[in-house]
């Protein structure tokens, strides 16, 4: 069955299998336990208004591996964040633990998610991050698989990208990569038209510790704003505007391209 998490505290120990999607409501708290594995197999929703905290014990060993899934409709949510019906995340702050974060992927269309962030709609604007905060753990977020798709970490694809606003680092090891037009950290991508009057999703980060590497999707950037491009041929010109970027680096190891 489909599970909600309304708000208070969950504790993960063992290995848990949950085949549907969850759907978090209000504050949540999750503390990974040393050993234990969570695979959310259609995702962790977390939409605005909500907020999800993840911690770990001691140890840091604690695992969750979870993927978005993607609707009748073909829109994709993200692995943590946005649903394919309410775009927009909430809040999500990791502390621990070792996170697997993969967007849903309607690769059949074209449209993937973001690992962390907002989800992509088969037609409409990609939703927004809201405030992604990692102190540390080890975190891989990767886009779900398309041709206009989700941040690694930040906004979902969608005709106007996302914007991956209010993203912190301040420690533990992150790698974040981003599928076609989206960043590895920051916006997600957008659909070029004939007009050039779209545009891919602006991203605001500051990384003040950790390691960090971001590998930003086709004509993206690492960290920043998602992918922008210009055709023209024979007989029609076209593409999709870049987001913009605000970077601002404090501290740390950053890998960025």
């Known amino acids: 069955e489909a ?5 208070g505290w969950y504790a993960v120990s063992g ?4 085949d549907q ?19 959310a197999e259609k995702g962790i929703v977390v939409t605005t208004d909500n907020s999800l905290t993840i911690y770990a014990q001691s140890g840091g060993t604690g ?3 979870t993927t978005g899934t993607v609707d009748s409709d073909k829109n994709a949510s993200a692995g943590i964040g ?4 309410s775009l927009d995340s909430g809040a999500i702050i990791i ?10 992927s309607a690769a059949s269309v074209g449209y993937g998610g973001a690992g ?5 709609p088969n037609y409409g604007n990609g939703g927004s991050s809201g405030a992604i905060t990692i102190y540390g753990g080890t975190v891989t977020a990767n886009s779900g698989a398309g041709s206009v798709t989700g941040a690694g970490i930040g906004g979902g694809g969608g005709i106007n990208g996302g914007t991956g606003s209010n993203i912190q680092i301040y420690g533990g090891t992150i790698k974040a990569t981003g599928s076609s037009f ?23 980060v500051t990384i003040s510790g950790g390691t960090v590497t971001a590998v930003g999707g086709d004509y993206a950037a690492g960290i920043g704003g998602g992918g922008g491009y210009y055709y023209s041929t024979q007989y029609t010109s076209g593409g999709c505007t870049g987001g913009t970027g605000s970077v601002t680096i404090n501290g740390g190891i950053v890998d960025a391209s």
């Open 3 to 7: 599970v909600t998490w309304t708000a």
């Open 15 to 18: 290995t848990v299998t949950i």
């Open 21 to 39: 999607p969850i759907t978090v409501t209000g504050a949540v708290n999750l503390i990974l336990a040393d050993g234990c594995t969570l695979n």
């Open 63 to 65: 695992t969750l591996n």
């Open 82 to 85: 946005g649903s394919t019906a």
């Open 95 to 104: 502390h621990g633990g070792v996170i697997n974060a993969t967007g849903g």
């Open 116 to 120: 962390i962030g907002g989800g992509t």
């Open 182 to 204: 989206g960043a590895g950290i920051g916006g997600g991508g957008s659909t070029s038209n004939p007009n050039s009057s779209y545009k891919s999703g602006d991203g605001a």
